[in-house]
């Protein structure tokens, strides 16, 4: 499958990333300015691209199933685009936060980043809430803020389409994508404590390298165990995870946002079930006893096509 235009779901997580999540105020003009906006999403990233070239800037945007219901009333809906419902294990749970914006933006500058979320406040401040923002950084050889390297086992450049891109079963949405969010905090003082070999068997890889445990050495909570899904004829399936970190030391806050992009949200909703509830073994995931979500967000991603005939 061929996108008709890149779709940036598919880029690299990026150096300076921002994560900008919107509510908008509930009234008729609201949602015209934010069709107007929409419509126009694909000129001002050409600007922004021409202005900044070379500095890997890219940006997307989506939108929550209350928000697509108001902007797009009697229109063909994403067949999986719900309200994100709390997932509650055991121990731990995803918790689910309201959003009916979303902007994901990347550049190798923060200001570059910046530049843009300056554009969308100026665009649609008098029509939107603030909800969340994170200013995320990718951290030293592209590690989560615990100190792993994160992406790994992310789908081959040659794969990525076919996971993360919409195609003929929902065709009126194709090159779409779904978005899946969760800020989460993670415990650093539980974690610094525990020595790097129980660390390592948390994630399921070494830390230093990121060379993968052998099955003998890992537990079967391990993260990169819990997380593995397959489909019905025992292929895995894959998400496009562009995670970074983000903190504020001083703080004592660190943190990672997850973000996975699927071609069918179902695919990311059973590895939440398994790291949360438990998988077919009954094992969940370890990581979670140093790691809470504070959000838990989905969004639709339209095509770039598809945004350009948003006031259609
Ligand atoms: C605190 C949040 C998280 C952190 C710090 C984190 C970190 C990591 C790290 C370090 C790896 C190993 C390297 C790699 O293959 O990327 C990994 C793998 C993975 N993670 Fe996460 N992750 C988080 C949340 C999630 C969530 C919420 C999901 C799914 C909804 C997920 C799905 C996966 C998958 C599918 C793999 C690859 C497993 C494999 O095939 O080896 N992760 N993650």
């Avoid at 050889?141 to 993360?164: L, Q, Y």
């Avoid at 974690?191 to 390298?209: A, D, M």
Wanted: glycine share 8%; with cysteine.
């Amino acid at each position: 499958m061929t996108a008709v235009r890149t779709s940036p779901v598919i880029a690299s997580p990026g150096k300076s990333v921002l994560f900008i999540t919107l509510g908008i105020t509930d009234k008729p003009e609201s949602y015209a300015k934010v069709i107007e906006f929409a419509t126009g999403f694909s000129a001002l990233l050409r600007s922004m691209q021409n202005r900044f070239y070379g500095e890997n800037f890219n940006a997307l945007m989506g939108i929550g199933s209350d928000a697509w219901d108001k902007l797009r009333p009697g229109k063909p809906k994403p067949k999986e685009l719900v309200s994100f419902k709390p997932i509650q294990g055991p121990k731990h749970t995803a918790v689910a936060t309201p959003g009916d914006l979303f902007f994901h933006i990347r550049a190798d500058r923060q200001d570059i980043c910046f530049e843009l979320a300056a554009m969308i406040n100026e665009l649609l401040g008098e029509v939107t809430y603030f909800i969340d923002e994170v200013n995320g950084f990718r951290y030293l050889d592209g590690r989560a803020i615990i100190g792993f390297v994160d992406g790994t086992e992310n789908p081959d450049e040659s794969d990525k389409n076919e996971f993360a891109l919409i195609g003929d079963e929902d065709p009126e949405f194709r090159y779409g994508s779904y978005a899946f969010t969760q800020k989460y905090l993670h415990n650093m003082q539980a974690w610094r404590k525990l020595p790097v070999e129980e660390q390592e068997k948390v994630i399921g890889r070494r830390r230093f390298n990121d060379i993968e445990l052998s099955d003998d050495e890992k537990p079967a909570t391990a993260h990169n165990n819990v997380s593995k899904v397959y489909d019905l004829d025992g292929n895995e399936m894959k998400i496009i995870r562009a995670n970074v970190a983000f903190s504020q030391a001083s703080k004592n806050e660190y943190g990672t946002f997850f973000i996975g992009y699927s071609r069918s949200f179902a695919v990311t909703h059973q590895m939440l079930k398994q790291m949360f509830s438990g998988n077919a073994e009954g094992h969940s995931d370890r990581l979670l006893d140093f790691s809470t979500p504070v959000t838990g967000t989905l969004f639709f991603i339209p095509s770039p096509e598809y945004l350009d005939e948003f006031d259609a």
